[in-house]
């Protein structure tokens, strides 16, 4: 979880900073990221559609 929330942070320093490139990869990241411990948060029949 602390990941998820460090890459959030990460994102928007970028964003502000002007660094539209690497906040892209940073989000994109997070979006993957976000998706493996939404699957890890349920059983293992509920998580096979993500």
């Avoid at 928007?12 to 490139?21: A, E, H, S, V």
């Avoid at 906040?23 to 493996?36: D, Q, W």
Wanted: charged share 10%; with cysteine.
């Amino acid at each position: 979880m602390a990941l998820v929330v460090a890459t959030a942070l990460l994102t928007m320093k970028y964003q502000r900073l002007g660094n539209d490139c690497v906040a892209a990869g940073v989000f994109t990241f997070l979006a993957g990221e976000t998706l493996i411990i939404s699957g890890n948060a349920t059983g293992l029949e509920a998580s096979v559609p993500s």
